[in-house]
């Protein structure tokens, strides 16, 4: 009889040259009916199978067992399974003992058994059943194994989540040192693929070390005049297993300092394709988002340019006040945050040729360089016909108005011109008077001796710079001994989401109470109260008027 029907020539060959009479289950004319039948049932399945007989579960298994157990074949066949996987018996042993007990079959699913099975301690993971083999009169005489390596997919599914939550953090960082840091926490938790795993970026410093519990990645390449400045790839061979150097920025000239990626192979892997190309798109993430980082801190540089001197020109163009005599000016100016907005406000005190303080406050559309240029225009423009004339504030603005358009001014602005007035009847009460006129402007505030604090919204025409005909019209009202007024852009109040007329009475009870701070403390108290809100969009320009006592 054949015995051996269904294996391959090979393999036939190996089992005539098994001395099966010294084993355990002894020469195939002695085998019982169960082994016979359950041999002939393995022998001619494609899927690989084992049967593992008797109390030492000697071996027995088909051609697509051999490429799961490598090189442990052909000694495996007819020897006991605790001598051919050894290094495994702790954790299978204990399963096929309770299969050939009686206590029924069992099912492992991607189960990490590792094994020596091509000349080193593999990580393999196996999908098996171990089921009874029952004779006919109930006993159970060995053990059947049907088993599937899953040990690709395992860890091909490993390394797929690693890049994949890699390049959800490395889409977010915006610096070198952030890049490096939850880089390190994801990789140096796969000590499996990376037992040791570092990123060398030049010039940053380690704030914190980084936890890890594997092992430290050499610094440098042993191998002497090695330098990974010079190669983009470099793999050597150390006693402690191969270690992948892979440079980073491929921009960077050779032999200049370069980002680094150094990672440790683990020898319980072999170092295939599949897994240089698992360091590779490492390596191309980091790459990427380094080269990304880059971008953004190139965009930082010039943006912070911009920015210093878009508040440079805008410092130079808003000089000091005037302070004539019992009047006291107190001016501030805070940039937006974004450079983008940089540049229309505006702010300017001066004396008419009569004497009386002009104050002018406006805000240019449009921002940065070209604006803050724009609002000097502006600025200077409602000077020079203010002295020029001698006019009050809405025939001031008149005159800016047309002087935009004929000098081709193309831009439009808002602004508020006033002027404080006395005439000798009002110096012997006292008193002053604020004549005002506002172009489409957030109207001021007066604050009185006795903390009452007013929204002077009275008039109001358009913007400049849209109908260059627009009659504008003079307001004013007294200012009686220590009231103050309140001059200001839109950057102060102006929130997205919030009605303007609750960001104007969140502005005046801001003000309200306030009487006994003196222009310069009301300014800084209003900058705390007001921008400690959620951030503008807009820069801002404010202005406070004192009207101190005579006698001061």
């Not at 070390?209 to 610094?219: D, E, M, N, Q």
């Not at 008419?352 to 240019?364: E, Y």
């Amino acid at each position: 009889m054949e015995r051996w029907e269904g294996a391959s020539a090979g393999l036939r060959e190996v089992y005539a040259g098994v001395d099966w009479a010294a084993t355990a289950v002894g020469a195939p004319e002695q085998w019982s009916p169960a082994l016979r039948s359950a041999v002939r049932t393995v022998l001619r399945t494609r899927f690989p199978a084992v049967l593992m007989w008797g109390p030492e579960f000697v071996l027995v298994y088909n051609d697509a067992y051999i490429e799961m157990i490598g090189e442990k074949h052909p000694s495996a066949l007819g020897s006991p399974a605790a001598e051919v996987f050894w290094e495994a018996w702790d954790q299978i042993g204990p399963l096929m003992r309770g299969a050939l007990d009686g206590r029924g079959a069992t099912w492992t699913e991607d189960a990490l058994v590792p094994l020596h099975r091509h000349g080193f301690l593999e990580e393999c993971y196996f999908t098996f059943s171990y089921s009874p083999v029952v004779a006919e009169d109930d006993t159970i005489e060995g053990v059947l194994d049907i088993a599937a390596e899953t040990t690709r997919h395992v860890i091909s599914q490993r390394r797929l989540e690693l890049l994949s939550r890699l390049s959800d953090v490395l889409a977010t960082v915006e610096t070198k040192a952030d890049l490096r840091r939850l880089s390190l926490y994801l990789l140096r938790d796969q000590v499996r693929d990376l037992p040791a795993v570092d990123i060398r970026i030049p010039g940053l410093e380690e704030d914190a070390p980084i936890p890890h519990s594997g092992a430290t990645a050499p610094a440098l390449p042993a191998a002497p005049g090695v330098t990974i400045n010079d190669l983009t790839l470099y793999v050597e061979d150390t006693e402690a297993g191969k270690v992948v150097w892979q440079r980073l920025d491929l921009s960077t000239r050779p032999g200049l300092p370069a980002p680094v990626l150094v990672c440790s192979v683990s020898d319980q892997l072999p170092f295939d394709h599949d897994y240089r190309y698992f360091l590779r798109l490492i390596a191309a993430s980091l790459n990427q988002a380094l080269t990304r980082i880059d971008l953004l801190e190139s965009e930082r540089r010039v943006a912070t340019a911009q920015r210093d001197m878009s508040i440079a020109l805008q410092q130079a163009l808003l000089t000091p006040p005037m302070q004539p005599d019992h009047l006291q000016v107190a001016v501030r100016y805070v940039p937006a945050a974004d450079v983008a907005q940089i540049g229309g406000d505006w702010h300017d005190a001066f004396q008419q040729s009569d004497g009386a303080l002009m104050l002018a406050i406006g805000d240019v559309a449009g921002h940065d360089l070209a604006a803050a240029a724009t609002m000097a225009q502006a600025r200077n423009l409602t000077r020079g016909i203010a002295i020029a004339t001698g006019d009050s504030p809405a025939r001031v603005l008149e005159g800016l108005d047309r002087a935009f358009a004929s000098l081709g001014v193309a831009t439009i602005a808002t602004a508020i011109v006033a002027r404080v007035e006395q005439t000798e009847a009002d110096a012997a009460a006292g008193r002053r008077i604020l004549r005002w006129s506002r172009a489409g402007h957030p109207p001021p505030v007066l604050l009185q001796p006795d903390g009452t604090a007013v929204l002077l919204d009275e008039a109001g025409e358009i913007i400049l710079g849209v109908q260059p005909t627009t009659e504008r019209t003079d307001v004013e009202v007294e200012l009686v001994p220590d009231s103050k007024v309140v001059l200001y852009t839109d950057g102060l109040v102006e929130r997205r989401g919030v009605p303007l007329d609750a960001s104007f009475e969140h502005l005046r009870s801001a003000v309200s109470g306030q009487q006994h701070l003196d222009a310069e403390e009301l300014c800084d108290h209003l900058l705390a109260t007001m921008l400690e809100l959620p951030a503008g969009d807009d820069d801002v320009a404010l202005m406070v008027l004192h009207a101190r006592p005579e006698t001061d």
